[in-house]
């Protein structure tokens, strides 16, 4: 699976960004979905996940501001980022889990946030 993230770009605090993940294959049965983001000076996290029945996660830094969705007719994940702060500034990461030892990733997008 080929995975290509779009979206991403440089905002101000407060504002809203909307990110894309496109999928070379069928996304309908791939359980685990998510996007991960990794800033300089930290560790990568999973901020966000989706399984293939809609149940969702958020870590604590992005609930209730960023809402994560899949889109199976497009083939695409959508990560909805409102109230942005100057914090979530780093590379978001689109990755996929079609098996428990089969996963992909994308390139990566660049958010930036300004204050």
């Known amino acids: 699976v080929q995975l290509v993230e779009s979206g991403g770009g440089l905002v101000q605090a407060g504002g809203s960004l909307r990110l894309s993940c496109a999928a070379s294959?069928?996304?309908?049965?791939?359980?685990?979905m998510g996007w991960h983001r990794h800033a300089p000076g930290k560790e990568r996290e999973l901020i966000a996940a989706?399984?293939?029945?809609?149940?969702?996660y958020y870590a604590d830094s992005v609930k209730d501001r960023f809402t994560i969705s899949r889109d199976n007719t497009k083939n695409t994940l959508i990560l909805q980022m409102n109230s942005l702060k100057p914090e979530d500034t780093a590379m978001y990461y689109c990755?996929?889990?079609?098996?428990?030892?089969?996963?992909?990733w994308g390139q990566g997008t660049q958010v930036t946030v300004s204050s």
């Open positions: 294959e069928t996304i309908f049965s791939i359980d685990f």
């Open positions: 989706i399984s293939s029945g809609g149940v969702t």
């Open positions: 990755a996929a889990r079609p098996a428990p030892t089969e996963e992909y």
